[in-house]
């Protein structure tokens, strides 16, 4: 979404800007991160847990997603929470129509590899982990996490699913208790 507000002498562009850095360890993930923070804020609702008719919650999640300009309007005292709400809806769309692609050749793929080489772990297992991994390492995309509301073993199994776009079956086999994910220990759901 690309327009521009002008409100009270203040220019507000809407134009979606991420901020540079996400804090990961290895930034080549930023783009993947930001599309999952998109996808659990509008899939599972988290953007409803965070916008609210009068507030912004959990500004820096906003901004590291590229909805700056939400914060900017709050700031500014012309915060319209519908707007708000179509335009998180909006760059979700926005992002979601390019693709977006898991880095290759970097360590955590690597290693990753290795484990599905000695584990036998499937492609969703690996997804799985991926997310997992980066989830712990972004504190942004952890913050909507949190803000799914119910966490639930059937809620964070529709979230995998929705996020790395497979069946909830899939995503249940994967994360049962004799599954290899859950018997090495490198997932847990609690």
């Known amino acids: 979404m690309v327009a521009s ?3 009270g002498g203040l220019d507000f562009n809407m134009e979606p800007k991420a901020i540079t850095s996400l804090g ?4 080549s993930y930023s ?3 930001r599309y999952w923070m998109l996808r659990v804020m509008v899939m599972m609702g988290a953007h409803k847990n965070m916008l609210y008719p009068q507030s912004v919650r959990d500004d820096d ?6 909805l700056g300009w939400i914060c900017e309007k709050e700031l500014a005292g012309i915060y319209d929470y519908k707007e708000a709400l179509k335009g998180v809806g909006d760059h979700y769309e926005s992002i979601s129509r390019n693709a977006v692609r898991i880095p290759t050749k970097r360590p955590l793929e690597k290693n990753l590899s290795w484990l599905a080489g000695r584990l036998g772990l499937s492609k969703i297992e690996i997804d799985i982990l991926r997310f997992v991994v980066l989830a712990d390492d ?6 909507v996490l949190n ?3 119910s966490h639930s073993l059937q809620t964070i199994q529709r979230m995998f699913a929705l996020v790395l776009d497979v069946s909830i079956e899939e ?3 994967a994360l049962r208790p004799d599954s290899k994910l859950s018997t090495c220990g490198l997932v847990t759901i609690d």
């Open 171 to 173: 995503v249940a086999l």
């Open 31 to 33: 783009e993947l991160v």
């Open 5 to 7: 507000l002008k409100a």
């Open 61 to 66: 999640v906003f901004v590291a997603a590229g």
């Open 138 to 143: 972004c504190e942004y995309l952890e913050t």
């Open 147 to 149: 803000r799914m509301g």
């Open 24 to 27: 990961l360890a290895d930034e």
